[in-house]
């Protein structure tokens, strides 16, 4: 899929230095390959990852392939979205959003 190199892919492996250790904001898209409301965010999270290149990280983890992180955040349907900020979850998003939806997470309204 072409502009796919602004989206990373974060795993039980490199989720302390790519998440918890960046120095930006990072959107992790906890997803599956079996889920169908995860394919259809899919695209909305890889869109997201090009307009906000040097801004915010965006990846997404495949919670079959790193059961200790999904466990650890208590991720418990999919798609779960969350932002970390410093290392800490500062927002979070369950199930099917819009962009609009996700930059709210980003940026809200105070």
Known sequence: MAGDKNLLVFND??????VLKSDVPVLVDFTATWCGPCK???PIVQSLSDDLVGKVKVG???IDESPSTTAKYGVRGVPTVMLFVGGERKA???GLTNKEGLLKLITPSS
Do not use: P, R
């Open 40 to 42: 259809v965010l899919g």
């Open 60 to 62: 997404k983890l495949d």
């Open 92 to 94: 979070q998003h369950v």
């Open 13 to 18: 492996l490199n989720w302390n230095d790519e």
